[in-house]
Structure formats: C-alpha cells, structure tokens
C-alpha cells in the first residue's frame, strides 16, 4: 500500500521541529542557568545547590541589574568595547571593500596567490601571532591605546573572502557599461558594485561588530591597566567577588550582551539572507 505523500512530509516535518526544538533548548539551557544565578540571591542559591536544587531563582535579587550599571567600570568598559569595535568594524569594512574589489574587477600578477594566501590567513589562530603581535605593540609603545587595541584586526581574510563572493555576483555587463560611461574604478565601486552586494556587506557588518566585541585574549594581554579594559575583560574582575556578590558577574554579563542580542533580533532577517547570497554566487 503506497504511503500519502502529505503524511510523510508532514512526518517529516514534525521529526524537524522536536530536532530544532531539543537543539535550541540545549543552546538556551546555559543562557538560562546564567540568568537564574544572575537573578538569585548569591548565598541561599549556593545552599540550593546543595541540596540538590539550581535550576529555579532562590530569594529574587532584582536590584542586581541596576547595581552592575551603577558601576564605573562596567560603564567604562562598555563605551570602550563601543569604540573599539567601532573602530575595527569600519577599517573592516573599508579594507575588505577595497580588497574584494580589486580581486575581482582588476588583473594582475599573482592574484590567485594573493586570494589564497588571505584565505589561509583564516586557518591561523590568533595565538599563532600573539607573542610577535604583543612584542610590536610593546616596541612601538602602543599598550593601553586604541591602536594597540584595534590594529592586529584592521583587515579580515573573512570579510574580503565573503566581500569577493558578493562581487562575482555583479553582472559584467555593467561593468562594461560603466567604463563607457566614463566611470573609474572607485566610481563604479561605491555607485554599482556596493549598493547591488549591500546586503551580503550589512551581514559582515554584524559579524565583524559580534567578532570584535567578543574579543577576549588580545584585549587581556594589549592592555595592563583597568581603565583600558574592554567589556569582555572586565567580566573576569567582576567574577572575583565576595560570595554574597556572586550573582554581580552573571548579571554584568548578561548586560553586555545585549547589544549583541539587540542587533541580532534587529538584523537577522538581513543576516540571513546575506549569507544566503554569499553562498550562491560565484
């Protein structure tokens, strides 16, 4: 007997949901537990644990929230994790722009190389190049600045490999049709080639501000002083607490990431279809 079609894919489609359903609660779990200690007064959860306990809020501590804003250095770490992704996302965006560009549009010697050798740069962790990194910063004076902070990530492998794909996309034939019309090179980049790829650069734009705020290991080791302390950083300060003030460090944690989560929400669509297009063309 031949099975109905409707019924097997909508079998198909309820065995999907149950996936994506235990997934996404196996990625919210830690999200959750953050927020019920964060939330939680820090001595009689610590006994609720003991007893077995955990997973719920013990003695509601509301005013934790307000008491992380009320902090200098949270305020201070988050206006300079701002600034610094700011700062590093439009470098970015310029440099893989230009850099995309010319891979694409123009010819020249050794340009299959060139692309290969900035792919490859995707292959190497950050910790390959810290020490050297650390010692340049150090010999040029740079500890505790903006540049120290941002210049290892001025330019990003990822952003002009997904930047070029965005590029091949673009019909020649206007290309063509621009150099008649007189267009140069920068002309015809920033009035045909960026506008038709704006959605591809709005999801680098993301995904480098996601990168660059959840720096962790360069901030530590660029910067020896607390008032140069990004956000990331300062989270580790605000974990050393007493242990009636626990629940300090999970609730700073959960505020600094709200601006993540903010844009996330804001930008998914584009996000998403962003990626989407990168991954087809070209």
């Known amino acids: 007997m031949a099975s109905n079609p409707r019924s097997t894919r909508r079998a198909a489609d ?3 949901y149950v996936l994506l359903t235990v997934l996404s ?3 919210l779990f830690p999200i959750y537990t953050t927020f019920i200690r964060a939330i939680s007064s820090p001595v009689p959860y610590l006994n609720s644990i ?3 306990g955990g997973l719920t809020p013990v003695e509601l501590d509301w005013g934790v929230f307000w008491r992380v804003i009320k902090e200098p250095g949270f305020y201070r770490a988050m206006l300079l994790s701002a600034g610094t992704s700011t700062i590093i996302v439009a470098a970015q965006l310029l440099t893989s722009v230009l850099a995309a560009y010319a891979l694409v549009f123009i010819d020249f010697r050794g340009k299959k190389l060139a692309f290969a050798l ?3 740069t995707l292959l190497l962790p950050i910790e390959v190049t810290l020490i050297a990194n650390i010692e340049t910063v150090r010999d040029l004076s740079l500890f505790n600045s903006l540049v120290g902070l941002t210049a290892p990530f001025l330019a990003w492998g990822f952003g002009i490999f997904l930047l070029r794909q965005a ?3 673009v019909p020649s034939e206007l290309r063509d049709a621009a150099e008649l019309d007189g267009y140069g090179h920068l002309r015809f980049l920033f009035r045909v080639a960026v506008p038709i790829s704006r959605p591809i650069i709005g999801s680098f734009v993301l995904i480098s501000f996601l990168a660059a705020w959840n720096q962790y290991v360069w ?3 660029a910067a020896d002083e607390e008032s140069w302390q990004t956000i990331q950083v300062a989270l580790r300060t605000f974990g050393q607490r007493e242990v009636d003030q ?3 460090g999970f609730a700073a944690a959960i505020l600094s990431a709200l601006p993540l989560v903010a844009l996330l929400i804001i930008f998914q669509r584009q996000l998403i279809r ?3 297009a990168g991954a087809v063309k070209g």
């Open 246 to 248: 626990l629940n300090f």
């Open 167 to 169: 590029f091949l996309g």
């Open 219 to 221: 901030p530590r080791f």
């Open 118 to 120: 900035l792919v490859g």
């Open 14 to 16: 309820l065995g999907w």
């Open 25 to 27: 609660l196996v990625i």
């Open 274 to 276: 962003g990626l989407t």
């Open 50 to 52: 003991k007893s077995g």
